[in-house]
């Protein structure tokens, strides 16, 4: 199964978005398997963001991100990563598709609300760099019957 690590910005915290953005996911029919608030280190954020190192725009998005609350998830359904992504929109918010989540929530590039694992091996990464194993869930929803079709 794919997981993607998809985490809600300080401004999407700040602005009351978690609850808006938790349900674009789950009403796609992904399954939540990990969450939580954290106020992440100078260090985690660096680590995260390691191959933007060399960006003009670098030390502003680490205290961007370092601004306040992060609410880190991990969402688990069929091809995560890349749906995840389309979920969240472009980077820049002003050529995010309306229907995305920076298409509806967010105006500029440097406030735009959340983020998304590029790849099934950044996801991979990021999730060990964010979450403990006890954290990340494996359960089956309800409805999971309903979302998938049976093999
Ligand atoms: P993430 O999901 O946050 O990783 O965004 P992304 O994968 O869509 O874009 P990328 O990894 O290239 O950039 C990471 C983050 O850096 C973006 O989401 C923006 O918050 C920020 N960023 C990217 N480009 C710019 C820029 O040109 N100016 C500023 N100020 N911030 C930028
Ligand atoms: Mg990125």
Redesign the pocket.
């Known amino acids: 199964c794919v997981h993607s690590f998809i985490a809600i910005k300080p401004d999407g915290v700040q602005r009351g978005l978690i609850g808006p953005i938790i349900s674009r996911f789950e009403n796609r029919g992904f399954k939540l398997v990990g969450i939580k608030l954290v106020s992440p280190s100078k260090k985690h954020l660096e680590e995260h ?1 390691a191959d ?1 190192a060399e960006k003009s ?1 670098f030390q ?2 680490i205290a961007y991100m370092g601004s306040g609350p992060v609410c880190a998830m991990i969402w688990e359904g069929r091809d995560a990563v890349k749906t995840g992504r389309s979920i ?1 929109g472009a ?1 820049n918010p002003l050529a995010s598709a309306p229907g995305t989540i920076r298409g509806d929530f967010a105006l500029d ?2 406030r ?1 609300v959340c ?2 694992s ?1 790849t099934v091996d950044n996801a991979k990464k990021e999730i060990a760099l964010w979450f403990e194993e006890t954290e990340i869930q494996s359960w089956k929803p309800a409805a999971f019957d309903w979302v998938y079709e049976k093999p």
């Open positions: 963001y933007l725009f502003g998005l969240l980077t590039v440097g735009n983020h998304g590029d």
